[in-house]
């Protein structure tokens, strides 16, 4: 039952990161990030990322989404569905060409430099969504083009991922063909219309019906874990089923009794545990040799995201504040990147050594991302006021 003492050991510390966090002004998910460093292998040593660990991570992030879709406006989302291309296409191509060149220039191979490129085109949202619930703005213009452009980040660098592995990689047995992949892909996307059309309401309705005080959240978990688990079978991150369930959830009359029920759990318990599992990955070991290419590539990566995007903003003619909010939005890459990364050190499309590194900057992007989005946030407020 050892994981049970780990558990408890995250819920207090995150508990108390959280409320020094909001003490001092800041967002309560940068403390609770920073404690998986400190009580992990980075520093105490207290708690290392095990199979519950991970696992409970996974659901936490699940359900963050899912509760990001079931908020958001979905015609706020179609009304942004042209900026949120913008700011993924621009949001993806810079990094790409920022963060190769960087790696091309610390005399990394062309292979391992494309894949740096594909590695920081991604977003992860997921820390966003939470400072952005924080903050109030997550239904507003920046935080729906931030969601939409998400999800076609997601589905791109995805894309990009399997492009490299099938031609440069060392594939698994087990390993989807490229075509297929992308053909399923296409048909989970045609599938979440009907979802949220008839199979979303159909499961509410049954929900009610049921003799069972919380019927209708139970089909709404059902709805959300079984679109998260199939969007994992065809390639695609969980996050992303788990967010469209959450939309088709908040499109039926059982939204705010669904919302109401998880909510508390799921900040009470699994998120939090993400949150820290994101810190737990950060490694010391080698930091002094790789310093240089990690502040470098650090820098570019945040900054190459945030003007990227944020070009993709102005051109969807955005203000300059509300620019810069969308960018900061999308600098953080969390989980996706770190899933990439994992798949690319599996494919040996990078180095032991450089696979450490990149998990560094992956840190320190997610870390940073929390900072930038409130001041952007606060200063996008002030403009409005």
């Known amino acids: 039952m050892a994981f049970l003492g780990s558990l408890v050991l995250i819920l207090i510390a995150t508990t108390l990161a959280g409320q020094l966090s909001t003490r001092v002004g800041i967002p309560a ?3 609770q990030l920073l404690v998986g460093i400190v009580i992990g292998p980075a520093m105490l040593g207290w708690v290392t990322t095990t ?6 991570a996974e659901i936490g992030v699940i359900i963050l989404m899912f509760l990001a879709g079931i908020e958001s406006d979905v015609g706020l989302l179609k009304r942004y569905l042209k900026p949120s291309v913008l700011v993924a296409a621009l949001g993806i191509l810079l990094p790409v060409v920022m963060t190769a060149g960087v790696a091309l220039a610390f005399g990394l191979s062309a292979m391992e430099s ?6 920081f085109s991604a977003t992860s949202v997921s820390i966003s969504v939470a400072v952005m619930k924080e903050l109030g703005v997550l239904s507003g213009k920046g935080g729906a083009t931030i969601l939409g452009a998400a999800v076609v980040d997601d589905v791109v ?3 990009l991922l399997s492009i490299m592995v099938s031609v440069m990689g060392t594939q698994s047995a087990h390993a989807m063909p490229l075509a297929l992949s992308f053909v399923l892909q296409i048909l989970y996307f045609a599938g979440t219309f009907v979802v949220v059309r008839y199979v979303a309401p159909i499961m509410a309705r049954l929900g009610k ?3 069972l005080p919380v019927g209708p959240t139970l089909m709404a978990m059902i709805l959300c874990l079984g679109m998260a688990y199939v969007a994992d079978l065809v390639g695609l991150s969980a996050v992303v089923g788990a967010f469209f369930a959450g939309i088709a959830i908040g499109q039926t009359s059982v939204r705010h009794e669904v919302n109401r029920s998880i909510e508390p759990i799921g900040y009470a318990v699994f998120i939090p545990v993400f949150f820290v599992s994101i810190g737990l990955n950060m490694r010391f070991s080698g930091f002094v040799a790789q310093l240089a290419f990690i502040v470098v590539m650090s820098l570019v990566a945040i900054i190459s995201k945030m003007l990227g995007a944020g070009a993709g903003a102005k051109l969807a003619k955005f203000s300059n504040g509300e620019a810069a909010f969308v960018g900061a939005g999308m600098v953080s890459r969390g989980e996706m990147a770190l899933i990439i990364a994992q798949v690319g050190y599996q494919a040996h499309l990078i180095a032991t050594g450089t696979y450490s590194a990149l998990i560094t900057v992956i840190i320190i992007t997610t870390i940073v991302a929390p900072f930038l989005l409130k001041v952007t946030a606060k200063h996008l407020q002030n403009q409005s006021v």
Not at 51 to 56: A, I, K, N, Q
Not at 114 to 119: A, E, R, S
């Open 51 to 56: 199979t519950f660990v991970h696992d409970t």
């Open 29 to 31: 998910v940068l403390g």
């Open 114 to 119: 494309i894949f740096i490129g594909v590695l």
């Open 209 to 211: 019906r049921l003799a």
């Open 157 to 159: 660098a995805v894309v």
